[in-house]
């Protein structure tokens, strides 16, 4: 209809934003295998997954990523000169212990396992993007994926993710990205598909 807005269109978000960021990411967790193993409680994870997406988003990314969202879906980009930064400082991991309570550590080693495996080169990397089930098939997830993928290509560099879902994967799969690893999370966690993307000439994508 004339004069509606473009839903999907990217927009670069702001701390203001964080309440409808943690609203959008708790939804689209909720079955996420990793996030039912860090949050095994069906009656509190709700408030949980909101507190622990606030948390990261207000203390690390939205301070030193590239954050955009829709209505419906966002997106963290690390890229390679901010990735030093976009890291939780002493104080975030405190409050992250907090939410996560005896599941702290298991969320520690996941951590540090998956950092063991991320690549040395200078890349993008696409630290969290999740849209709302109620908005899927409306190309919300994919429009952010593609705005970080042409920052990506801009600058010439590859682009990284890690997947715990993996009907996910062939959606990764459409955009460019391909299986590099499949890593088994500590204390029989679930597994994380490392995938990467090469950087792409805007006559290829």
């Not at 309570?101 to 969320?107: E, K, M, N, S, V």
Request: contains cysteine; aromatic residues 10%.
């Amino acid at each position: 209809m004339a004069g509606m807005p473009i839903t999907n269109a990217p927009k670069t978000a702001t701390v203001d934003d964080a309440p409808l960021i943690s609203r959008i990411l708790t939804r689209a967790f909720d079955d996420d295998p990793m996030m039912r193993w860090f949050f095994p409680d069906d009656a509190s994870r709700d408030a949980a997954l909101g507190r622990y997406f606030t948390t990261i988003y207000t203390r690390q990314y939205v301070r030193h990523s590239v954050c955009e969202r829709t209505d419906a879906a966002a997106a963290f980009w690390v890229p390679p000169e901010a990735g030093e930064k976009a890291v939780p400082d002493a104080e975030t991991i405190a409050e992250l212990q907090d939410i996560l309570g005896d599941r702290a550590p298991l969320f520690r080693d996941a951590v540090e396992t998956a950092a063991l495996h991320t690549p040395e080169e200078p890349h993008w990397y696409l630290a969290v993007i999740g849209a709302d089930p109620a908005a899927q098939g409306q190309g919300q997830g994919a429009a952010l994926l593609r705005s970080g993928l042409a920052k990506a290509d801009a600058a010439g560099l590859p682009a990284y993710l890690e997947s715990s879902k993996p009907s996910n994967l062939p959606f990764y799969e459409h955009f460019g990205f391909t299986v590099r690893k499949e890593l088994q999370l500590p204390g029989e966690g679930p597994t994380l598909w490392a995938m990467w993307r090469e950087p792409r000439r805007p006559a290829d994508a």
